[in-house]
């Protein structure tokens, strides 16, 4: 695990570096029309490497730090004014990998809001874009997110049920 942790550490530095040369300055807006391939293949590498550092973090049993380092993929997804398919699939995973993190942590509201807002972007992408590829990965994303969203409701609809029998 311990060599995992660095070859994906070492993986986002790349991928980071890679990012800066290609990204609007903060705060700038991408330019109009479609998301320029080099930025476009930068974004999904650095999402793909946040979340697979944050996984092996969590596989490492650093939760918190897990959580950061998903976290921070999000956060850089959201500061982008519009996003490819492919960038958007990468955010897509990232809320699905943190909604996991958080399953398992206990934290069901959190990973709850995560799932659902993932299957909502599932949901959106697949029917805005004609790309066949994109459309195959966010349904079977799509079905991935499913069961643990509709267990968790369930469990949540249960104790307000029997919370509201016990007043």
């Given at each position: 695990?311990?060599?995992?942790?660095?070859?994906?550490?070492?993986?986002?530095?790349?991928?980071?570096?890679?990012?800066?040369?290609?990204?609007?300055?903060?705060?700038?807006?991408?330019?109009?029309?479609?998301?320029?391939?080099?930025?476009?293949?930068?974004?999904?590498?650095?999402?793909?490497?946040?979340?697979?550092?944050?996984?092996?973090?969590?596989?490492?049993?650093?939760?918190e730090e897990a959580r950061?380092?998903?976290?921070?993929?999000?956060?850089?997804?959201?500061?982008l004014d519009r996003l490819?398919?492919?960038?958007?699939l990468q955010y897509i995973?990232?809320?699905?990998?943190?909604?996991?993190?958080?399953?398992?942590?206990?934290?069901?509201?959190?990973?709850?809001?995560?799932?659902?807002?993932?299957?909502?972007?599932?949901?959106?992408?697949?029917?805005?874009?004609?790309?066949?590829?994109?459309?195959?990965?966010?349904?079977?994303?799509?079905?991935?997110?499913?069961?643990?969203?509709?267990?968790?409701?369930?469990?949540?609809?249960?104790?307000?049920?029997?919370?509201?029998?016990?007043?």
């Amino acid at each position: 695990t311990a060599e995992a942790l660095a070859l994906y550490g070492q993986s986002l530095e790349i991928d980071s570096t890679l990012y800066a040369l290609v990204a609007p300055p903060d705060g700038e807006a991408l330019p109009e029309g479609d998301v320029e391939p080099a930025l476009a293949r930068a974004a999904e590498d650095i999402f793909f490497s946040y979340r697979c550092l944050g996984e092996c973090q969590e596989v490492a049993e650093d939760p918190e730090e897990a959580r950061e380092t998903i976290k921070s993929g999000i956060e850089l997804a959201q500061r982008l004014d519009r996003l490819s398919p492919g960038m958007s699939l990468q955010y897509i995973r990232l809320l699905g990998a943190l909604g996991n993190l958080e399953s398992r942590c206990g934290n069901e509201r959190e990973a709850l809001r995560n799932w659902e807002q993932a299957a909502q972007m599932c949901q959106r992408l697949n029917s805005s874009t004609t790309n066949l590829s994109v459309r195959a990965k966010t349904a079977v994303t799509f079905q991935n997110l499913l069961p643990g969203i509709k267990a968790l409701q369930e469990k949540m609809q249960a104790a307000e049920a029997a919370t509201q029998q016990e007043q």
